[in-house]
Every structure is written in structure tokens, then in C-alpha cells.
């Protein structure tokens, strides 16, 4: 299903054919993110990124755009805490030519002073965005509490401070450090010939080389009380995060973490909705997430709620997560767990763009991607005891981190007092 060629500088392609789509995803992704920066550079990934479409050697930033999209195709990028992604999707016809684009965006971008300083003011603006929308600032907030002082725990965006100390030579400086051959992965899924797309990478990139720039710091976990931060302010609905500590990326309960996910917040059927949302009307909004690195990981809940219903939510909410431990979860929600599992995923593959990210995360991350089947072999394997070490393993009060978001200046106390999980 995958075919794989790594070229003598280091760098790999990876590519999937899907001969009865009409279209290529495209993505040149590179082993650098949040995780890499300091608190001195924190955002300079991220504003990189942003950089990269104001114009390379070959196209002005009007052509990077008008080469893809003028052609019936979607151009973007984005930055993660271990790796940051451009890509595009488009007509299978033009794959050569957002190769063309997207090769000579990361290899000789320009970098030029006056777009530095303009973006800039942009960049500031999105932060400035992020802090206005309680339900997404949250989340920074519980990052500060799962990782204090750590790259993992500050904005990918950065503070104004270190984006305002951020110019042209250290962008440049630190494009050169990490955009590099072994750091590269270019990935397709499509319409497509692994060897033609080989050769033409091998000639855009035969000129990259270079070590592998600097590893990141790994994460600390020194945990032992629950940890609890409030930022008050006056908003028409609290929000909330709970985050644990989980499971690294490649972990070999990744699997059973997924299902305990699904069953407790990841669609209107989990635990989480019916008895929070649907039987008792406490929340709009509810549901969990899972946050994977190579070395850490964190399982969140995450809801928006009435003002006046913070406790019996959070009350609610702490009851649901000690039920998986005390008794395995149920043979019928389980089952219907695993489908959701990989119905889902069965649909994701059949996007081209969504498949080329799969590709992408887990050929960089892990330098290996599962097949369908492979997947389906490794879920069918969990066991409903396996779902329950996981939930033991995770909702300890120890482990427990609670960020909220809302007019809760007198509610400090009550709140710390409720963080007790048996």
C-alpha cells in the first residue's frame, strides 16, 4: 500500500496510489516544531512557517499562491510541537508543478526584512486572537500545568516578547539548522508514480544536505498533587479542561487509550455527552481529546458550561472517570468503540489530503506507517481489560490538571477541594 525510498542525503519519500481518486495530496514535512525552541525563540517555527508563503528564489508570494490555487487546488501549512507541514492538494495533472512550489518555498525561501516585520504584526494579531477565545486559551493554560517551564508547555505561537525578538537573520539562521536533508520527509497520496515522483524530488533536493539539527529536550513529568489554575474573567460561559498524563506516540496501549477515548468523549454516544450533556444539561459543549508526542502524551476532557454549573459539572465529570477503573466497560459499548475506531479511519483514508497526513505523522514520527489492516489486526487485539489498566492508569488524583476560564474569582477554594479522585 506504502512504497518508501530514502535518497543518500537522508531525506525520504513516501508515497500511497490511489488510482481511482482524480486528485494528489502533497506534503513536505520537516522534524521541527514547538518542542525545539527555547522560551528565548518560542513561536520561531510558527513564524517561519507563515514566512514561507511571502515568496522564495523562483515565485513572488502572489505566484506561490496563484500556481496552486489557479490550477483548482488548496494550498496551507502548519506548525505542531514536533513538526511543521506544507502542503497541497490539487488535480493529479499538476503534481509536478506544487512539487515544484512547495520544494522551492522550503529550500530557498526569501526571507526578506520588510515581509519579516510585516508578518509580524500578524502573528501578533493571532496571538492576541488565541487570548481573546476562552475555549482555545484554556488549553494553554492546562499546557503550563501538564509541562511548567518546558517547551511542551508554552504557545507554538510564542509570547510577544519573544516574537517581537524574533528577525530575518535568526529566521534564516534557524531554517538553515533544521531544514535539513535527514530532517525531510516528502509525502503523496493519489494519483501517482512513486518513481517519477522520486526522481524529480531527488533532483529538487539533491543540493539539501546536513546533520540532523539539534533533538529537543525530553519531557519532564515530576507530578505528584493535583494541580489547579483559574483565570477569571468575565465571559457568558466557563471553560473547562481536565488534562492527565498519558502515553507517548508508539506506547503499546495506544490502541486501548483510543477506545477509552472514544467511549468516554469522543462522539454524542461517549459516557461523557449522555450523562453530562443529554441526561442532566450541564454543559453545551463536552468531550476528550488525546495529545501524543514521542516521549509524553495527555488524555484531556474539555467542556464549556453555564456559570453557575462549574461544580455539578466538574462533580459529574470526575464520577464518569472512576467508573472504566472500578469495572471494565460494558461488551456492547466496547464493540461499538472498536467500529467507530476504524470506520473512521477507513473514511479518513479515502480523502487523498487526509491520507497524506496520516502518512505524514506517523512516517516522521515513528519512520513507519500501518496499513489499514495492519491497524485492524492491532485493535482487534485490545481487550476490555486492557481499556481498564489504561483508565487506571491514567485518572490517578495525582495525575489530575484542571484549567478553567470564567467569573470564578470566589470559587478557588470550592473548586481545589473537589479535585479527588478515589
Known amino acids: 500500500m506504502y512504497q518508501k525510498t530514502k535518497l543518500d542525503n537522508g531525506l525520504q519519500i513516501v508515497t500511497s496510489r490511489m488510482p481511482s481518486m482524480q486528485s494528489v495530496a ?25 514566512l514561507l508563503f511571502k515568496g522564495s528564489k523562483k515565485y513572488s508570494c502572489r505566484q506561490i499562491k496563484e500556481s496552486i490555487e ?6 496551507n501549512g502548519f506548525t505542531a510541537e514536533e513538526y511543521t507541514c506544507y502542503l497541497a492538494k490539487m488535480p493529479s495533472r499538476h503534481l509536478e508543478r506544487s512539487l515544484d512550489v512547495l520544494s522551492d518555498m522550503v529550500l530557498n525561501p526569501s526571507l526578506c526584512a520588510e515581509e519579516v516585520e510585516k508578518e509580524k504584526t500578524v502573528i501578533l494579531e ?20 501538564l509541562w511548567p517551564g518546558q517547551p511542551l508547555g508554552m504557545s507554538i505561537i510564542g509570547t510577544v516578547e519573544s516574537v517581537q525578538s524574533i528577525g530575518s537573520h ?64 468575565d465571559t457568558e460561559q466557563t471553560h ?15 490502541y486501548a487509550q483510543s477506545l477509552l477515548h472514544i467511549i468516554m468523549g469522543a462522539n454524542m454516544s461517549s459516557r461523557l455527552f449522555n450523562e453530562v450533556r443529554e441526561k442532566r444539561g450541564l454543559a453545551y459543549e463536552i468531550g476528550t481529546q488525546l495529545k501524543r508526542f514521542e516521549d509524553a502524551g495527555a488524555f484531556l476532557v474539555h467542556a464549556g458550561m453555564d456559570n453557575n454549573k462549574v461544580e455539578e459539572a466538574l462533580k459529574v465529570v470526575l464520577e464518569e472517570l472512576v467508573k472504566p477503573k472500578n469495572e471494565p466497560v460494558t461488551n456492547d459499548e466496547f464493540k461499538r468503540a472498536k467500529e467507530y475506531y476504524l470506520g473512521q479511519l477507513m473514511l479518513t483514508l479515502e480523502d487523498t489530503l487526509e491520507h497524506m497526513l496520516w502518512m505524514g505523522e ?10 489499514l489492516n495492519e491497524v ?23 495525575n489530575l490538571n484542571l484549567a478553567l476560564i470564567g467569573p470564578l474569582k470566589d470559587k478557588e477554594p470550592r473548586i481545589r477541594s473537589m479535585l479527588h479522585i478515589p
Open 26 to 50: 502533497l506534503g513536505i514535512w520537516i522534524k521541527v516544531g514547538g518542542r525545539y525552541e527555547t522560551a528565548g525563540n518560542k513561536g520561531i517555527s510558527h513564524y517561519l512557517e507563515h
Open 170 to 233: 535568526s529566521l534564516s539562521a534557524y531554517q538553515k539548522q533544521y531544514y535539513v536533508s535527514p530532517s525531510i520527509m516528502v509525502v503523496a497520496a493519489g494519483v501517482l508514480e512513486h518513481k517519477k515522483i522520486v526522481t524529480r524530488v531527488k533532483k529538487l533536493f539533491s543540493v539539501l544536505k546536513g546533520k540532523q539539527g539539534t533533538a529537543f529536550t525530553k519531557a519532564e513529568q515530576g507530578q505528584t498533587v493535583p494541580q489547579l489554575t483559574i483565570l477569571s474573567k
Open 376 to 398: 485492524v489486526r492491532e485493535v482487534n487485539k485490545v481487550t476490555r481489560k486492557d481499556v481498564q489498566e489504561v483508565a487506571r492508569h491514567l485518572f490517578k488524583e495525582e
Open 240 to 254: 473547562l479542561v481536565l488534562g492527565f498524563h498519558s502515553f507517548k506516540r508508539g506506547h503499546s496501549l495506544r
Open 126 to 145: 493571532e496571538l492576541k486572537m488565541y487570548k481573546d477565545l476562552p475555549q482555545s486559551y484554556v488549553h494553554e493554560l492546562l499546557d503550563e500545568l
Open 362 to 371: 506517523y512516517g516522521l514520527m515513528l519512520d513507519r506507517v500501518s496499513t
Open 70 to 75: 489557479g490550477v483548482g487546488g488548496s494550498l
